[in-house]
């Protein structure tokens, strides 16, 4: 089944105590990328990667990190996590960005910085 | 400037009746991909429905299809014969070139709710 696997789902941790969000694709996907949700903001984009060792960033990458060693894997690493970084995180996929690929999400990862 | 404005935080409808979600866009360009997407109360994101800038028809996939004028730049989900499980957030959402067509650009979502 094509899919996007986020790990873990849900995660309450402490300020400062570094953190990884994994993604994987088996979709073979060029593009991967990663939002937080916040209520009435919508999603906003925090790093996106158009293929291995390409990364870039969105509109809101303070606080966080990425790397695309491997084109299925795309690892989101909060460094030293603090409470605004509480959040709904989805990591989607697509094939390389042409305007009609829709954009496959993650199931979310459900964040709280205490 | 908000890249794509969803004017209603809430929609009520019954079930068995048509309900439209509104969503308008801004862009210069001439090629660019709308979307929306459903989040249930579960949390997933999924992919309901896409238009293209260049589509002269309509986009429809079962009960859901997309009004699209592109001169007043809106893209409005239309719902036909709502049902319960219709009940959820709905994003618009557009990919531009002047992003590379590498993000979404999101609303802020429509809550929907469906009563019987």
């Known amino acids: 089944e094509a899919q996007v696997t986020q790990n873990p789902r849900y995660l309450i941790t402490v300020t400062g105590k570094k953190l990884t969000v994994t993604c994987s694709q088996n979709?073979?996907?060029?593009?991967m990328s990663w939002y937080r949700q916040d209520p009435g903001l919508g999603l906003r984009q925090i790093y996106y990667?158009?293929?291995?060792?390409?990364?870039d960033k969105g509109d809101v990458p303070e606080g966080y990190k990425v790397s695309r060693k491997e084109k299925r894997n795309f690892p989101l690493i909060l460094e030293s996590p603090s409470p605004n970084q509480t959040s709904l995180y989805f990591c989607?996929?697509?094939?390389?960005?042409?305007?009609?690929?829709?954009?496959?999400f993650g199931d979310g990862t459900r964040l709280s910085i205490l | 400037a908000q890249k794509i404005t969803q004017t209603q935080p809430g929609m009520f409808v019954q079930e068995k009746e048509a309900v439209t979600l509104d969503c308008t866009y801004d862009?210069?360009?001439?090629?660019?991909?709308l979307f929306w997407y459903k989040q249930p109360s579960s949390g997933e994101m999924i992919f309901l429905i896409y238009?293209?800038?260049?589509?002269?028809q309509n986009a429809t996939e079962g009960r859901y299809s997309l009004n699209f004028q592109k001169a007043r730049k809106s893209a409005n989900l239309v719902i036909s014969a709502s049902q319960l499980g219709d009940s959820a957030m709905y994003f618009c959402?557009?990919?531009?070139?002047?992003?590379?067509?590498?993000?979404?650009?999101f609303g802020t979502g429509t809550r929907l709710l469906v009563s019987p």
């Open positions: 989607a996929s697509s094939p390389q960005g042409f305007s009609n690929q829709p954009q496959h």
């Open positions: 979709m073979n996907h060029e593009y």
């Open positions: 990667s158009m293929n291995v060792e390409v990364t």
């Open positions: 862009t210069s360009d001439q090629s660019y991909g």
């Open positions: 238009q293209g800038s260049y589509d002269e």
């Open positions: 959402a557009m990919r531009e070139p002047n992003t590379g067509f590498q993000k979404l650009v």
